[in-house]
């Protein structure tokens, strides 16, 4: 094991992949510090370029965005009282107020370190479950793979925030459009409606773009003007960094919150943050949250990065994305010839322990510029967005046409783009779309599998019937959680653990 993870290393620190790795901690600021976009908006917009890339090149470049997309998030929650995205909520609660009193430097210092600390919290836990995780997947066949698939569907419940059931009808949609073009078990093609371009099927870069890209491009084009006037940044980055180290035992402790939360698929977003302030706000003494409390800002940051590493975990060992972002990370490994599961831990772990280094170091690494770029990035959040989505737009028609370059790639662009606003309309969540069409074909192909193999037998497995267990059992427990971190949310973070 360690000499793998010593390969790994020497794999990572090649000078183009520490390129590419830059390159996506830049791209994974810009996204975070832009209100309204999020890790899985990013993501999206790099996938299509990863296609035929070396896969140590494409990780670093997507691992480097989705690890710093949190930090860059700091920006517009502390600087604007905006959250950057729907993980840095509980950041506002105190950082808007220290930034009101002239400690926005002081706010985002304590930040940027707590960020990395907790993302390196979290790529620690995932190299450690590696040894744990490894018996374990050498046991699994295709049935007990086609019952992680379903449970990686069922999450698509606990992404639905008020709205379990639509969540579920969400991801049956996202299987229904994964299952366009020619079936894995029979020799015939289903919904292409005549259309040779469908016979293929739909590609993962159009739909990740046209479902979380678009909605958000036209939300942004809708606004007008400036967010807010920019505020004076007083004191010093390094005053909250000291006040970080005094409160270690806090952030290490939200820090394991946040990567236990992320081991479970779906529970991550605007939970982690809300569930580790809270955490803080009933075990701290001179209780001032709200307030301007230094401690409001560092145990939601710490929480944050280190729910990345943990939702890679079901995200890598057994290829159950975590979140949205991670569904299309799941896809990116795809496009790169690679594949979530078995092979992870056996041909692929120098892949794996890659991604392990690339994590530490993006959140390092990311959390250092942040700190050295806050005077520029501040007076590029208030940007007007009419000078921004124009910019936008035009990557993701390009990324869109990249594909398989066919007007068809644009048509079911503008499509499913138009069916991701309406579902923002009608608030129906997006992200279990994405993980029922990134598990389509999986879950069909290991299903016609263990029917061959082993008739219905397969279904008296134990583990099989251990893991629906699982699934009963996360499901009906995650969606108390919802309800729970949304009272929490309604009283501004105020919940006893």
Known sequence: MLEAAWEALLIVLHPSRIGFMFLGIFIGIFVGLLPGLSGTVGMSLLLPFVFGLDPFVGIALLIGMVA???????????????????????????????????????????????SMVGGVVGGISLYLMIPFARPLISAFSSPELFMLTMLGLSMAGLLAGKSPIKGIIS?????????????????????????????????????????????IMITMLSSKGSITNNRPIKGGI??????????????????????????????????????AYGAAQKTVKNNTFGQGDIRGVIAPESANNAKEGG?????????IPGSGTTAILLGGLTLMGLEAGPRMLGADLPVTLSIVWTLVFANIFGALLCM??????????????????????????????????????????????????????????????????????SAERYYWISIERYGWEWLTNPIVIGIGLVIAFLLTGGMLMKRFSKSVESKGGDMSL
């Open 68 to 114: 710093v997309v949190h930090t860059g998030d700091t920006f517009p929650s502390i600087l604007l009282g905006i959250p950057g995205t729907s993980g840095s909520q509980a950041t506002i609660m105190d950082g808007y107020p220290l930034a009101k009193q002239g400690q926005a430097s002081r706010a985002m210092g304590a930040s940027f370190f707590c």
């Open 171 to 215: 991801g049956l949609l996202g299987l229904l459009i994964g299952s366009i073009g020619s079936a894995p078990a029979v020799a015939e093609y289903r919904y292409t409606f005549g259309s040779l371009y469908l016979s293929n099927g739909v590609s993962l870069p159009v739909v990740a773009l046209a479902i979380f890209a678009f909605p």
């Open 238 to 275: 390094m005053k909250g960094v000291i006040d970080s180290l005094r409160n270690k035992f806090l952030v290490f402790r939200s820090a394991v919150i946040g990567t236990l939360i992320g081991f479970v698929p779906g529970l991550g977003g605007s939970v982690v943050d809300w569930i």
């Open 311 to 319: 939702s890679l975990v079901p995200t890598l060992l057994f290829g």
């Open 372 to 441: 050295a770029l806050i005077r520029p990035i501040s007076k590029i959040s208030f940007i007007p967005s009419e000078k921004i989505v124009p910019f936008l737009l035009v990557l993701l028609i390009l990324g869109a046409y990249q594909s398989n370059f066919s007007w068809g790639d644009i048509i079911v662009f503008i499509a499913i783009g138009l069916l991701g606003y309406m579902m923002t309309i009608l608030d129906w969540p997006r992200p279990p779309l994405l993980i029922g069409f990134v598990l389509a074909i």
